[in-house]
C-alpha cells in the first residue's frame, strides 16, 4: 500500500530564515506530486504541483519554491521566510489517471 | 478568488441526527468532487467522492447529492455521531484540487 511521509512534523522558524519541507511517497512509481498550504482556520490552497522529476509547475506567485529531485521526493523551499509563510503544509499524491487525492500528516510552520 | 464556495462554517447537531453541508462552483471545467474530513492537527482524509455524471453516491452514513445544472453539491450525514466531530472541506478537481473554506461539525452526545 502507499504511504506519504512528511518532515518535519513542526518548525518554528525566524524571519528571514531558509526553509525545507520534504515529502516522501513509498508503495508507488511517477505519482503527481502536490504542496498545498492551509492558513488557520481555512481551506486548503495550492502552492505547487508536479507531474515528473524536476517538473514543477506553481499555481500562486509567493516567496516559495519547489523541487522533486527524485521521482517520489517532493520538496518545499524559501531562501528567506515571511512571516505570512506560516501555516500548515500538506504534501498529497495522486496516481496518474486516477482521481483520488491522499495527503500526508502535515508540516505546522511557524515564522516568528 | 474561491472557486468553491462552501457553506455553513460551523454546525451543530445532536447525536442521530443529520449533518448537511452545501457546495457551489462555477468552474465547469471541474470533474471531479470529493469530500475531506479533517481532525485537528492532521492532514485531510479522503472521505467520499463522485463525478459529474452521478446525482447520488452514498457510502455508509456520508451521502453526496449533486446538481450538475446548478453547479451546486452537498454532503449528508446521516445518524452522526461524536467520533463524526471534524471539519468537512468540499473539493473540485481540474489540475489540482480547488477548496471550499471548510466546515466544522460539532456532535452533541
Known amino acids: 500500500s502507499q504511504t506519504i511521509h512528511q ?17 516522501t511517497v513509498e508503495g508507488t512509481s511517477n ?43 517532493f520538496i518545499l523551499s524559501s531562501k528567506k521566510l515571511l512571516l505570512s509563510d506560516s501555516g500548515f503544509y500538506l504534501c498529497a499524491w495522486r496516481l496518474k489517471g486516477g482521481d483520488e487525492q491522499y495527503f500526508g500528516p502535515g508540516t505546522r510552520l511557524t515564522v516568528t | 478568488q474561491q472557486q468553491v464556495k462552501q457553506s455553513p462554517q460551523s454546525l451543530i447537531v445532536q447525536k442521530g441526527g443529520i449533518s448537511i453541508i452545501n457546495c457551489a462552483y462555477e468552474n465547469t471545467a471541474f470533474d471531479y468532487f470529493p469530500w475531506y474530513q479533517q ?5 485531510p482524509a479522503l472521505l467520499i467522492a463522485i463525478r459529474p455524471d452521478v446525482s ?3 457510502e455508509g452514513r456520508f451521502t453526496i447529492s449533486f446538481n450538475k445544472s446548478a453547479k451546486q453539491f452537498s454532503l449528508h450525514i446521516m445518524d452522526s455521531q461524536p467520533g463524526d466531530s471534524a471539519t468537512y472541506f468540499c473539493a473540485a478537481l481540474n489540475v489540482g484540487l480547488s477548496f471550499g473554506a471548510g466546515t466544522t461539525v460539532t456532535v452533541r452526545a
Do not use: H, M
Not at chain 1, 7 to 23: D, F, K, N, R, Y
Open chain 2, 39 to 43: 481532525f485537528p492537527g492532521k492532514g
Open chain 1, 31 to 73: 505519482p503527481n506530486l502536490y504542496w498545498y498550504r492551509q492558513a488557520a482556520g481555512r481551506g486548503l490552497q495550492l502552492l505547487f504541483y508536479s507531474v515528473g522529476i524536476g517538473q514543477i509547475s506553481s499555481e500562486v506567485p509567493q516567496n516559495l519554491s519547489a523541487s522533486r529531485p527524485q521521482d517520489r521526493q
Open chain 1, 7 to 23: 518532515w518535519p512534523a513542526t518548525l518554528v522558524q525566524p524571519v528571514g530564515s531558509p526553509l525545507s519541507l520534504e515529502c
Open chain 2, 56 to 58: 447520488e453516491k452514498k
